[in-house]
């Protein structure tokens, strides 16, 4: 059986810790729970592109940064598709 292999957000995680947020913090003023943020913190959910924009606007992050967060710890699957 193989293991998947999960791959923290660190740059995500950075910006929260350095700012000295809670994962319940910013979860309340991104409108989410503490544990869905924790999912996505933790590279097990992708989240949602409007979710993304919220965190976007709360932390006042350029559309690179943005992105370089939100593709951090992503598995890219054969049958998964991005486009640019």
Not at 2 to 17: M, N, P
Not at 54 to 67: D, G, T, V
Request: charged share 30%; glycine share 6%.
């Amino acid at each position: 059986m193989e293991q998947k292999q999960v791959k923290k957000r660190q740059k995500l995680f950075a910006l929260r810790t350095d700012h000295g947020h809670t994962q319940e913090y910013v979860a309340n003023h991104t409108g989410t729970t503490k544990e869905y943020f924790s999912l996505i913190e933790n590279g097990d959910r992708v989240g949602t592109l409007p979710y993304w924009l919220r965190l976007q606007k709360f932390y006042c992050l350029s559309n690179a940064e943005l992105w370089e967060m939100a593709k951090e710890g992503v598995v890219f699957e054969s049958k998964t598709k991005f486009y640019k």
